[in-house]
Nanobody
Framework: EVQLVESGGGLVQAGGSLRLSCTAS????????IGWFRQAPGQEREGISC????????YYADSVKGRFTVSCDNAKNTVYLQMDNLEPEDTAIYYC?????????????????????????WGRGTRVIVSS
């Protein structure tokens, strides 16, 4: 059974940090890249970062660049999203999703993150609340 499980969400004050984890199972981890999305209340889901198992230059949306860092532990089939200097605007449900590496390579060459329709597997999300 394919599973992506997010963890690490919670309540934090503005300026604080959280580290989210996304652990994958049921598929060959190296064949996929992992993207992080978030959906704030009343807003559309937004892609914020993605990384392949061999990426040296992960993608970051402008809204999180310089504050969030994505990393990959291939031995644990886990991708992390370190979120620093959090702002109330970061309040959202955070999802991880898996994109075929062959498709991710094209996105990486274009220095973009493809929309969610290119992602095959999804986790259920973890909630992050940043208080002011």
């Amino acid at each position: 059974e394919v599973q992506l499980v997010e963890s690490g969400g919670g309540l934090v004050q503005a300026g604080g940090s959280l580290r989210l984890s996304c652990t994958a199972s049921g598929f060959i981890f190296d064949d996929y890249a992992i993207g992080w999305f978030r959906q704030a209340p009343g807003q559309e889901r937004e892609g914020i970062s993605c990384i392949g198992s061999k990426d040296s230059s992960p993608y970051y949306a402008d809204s999180v660049k310089g504050r969030f860092t994505v990393s990959c532990d291939n031995a644990k089939n886990t991708v992390y999203l370190q979120m620093d200097n959090l702002e109330p605007e970061d309040t959202a449900i955070y999802y991880c999703a898996a994109e075929l590496s062959t498709i991710h390579e094209t996105a990486q060459a274009l220095r973009v993150m493809f929309p969610e329709r290119e992602y095959y597997y999804w986790g259920r999300g973890t909630r992050v609340i940043v208080s002011s």
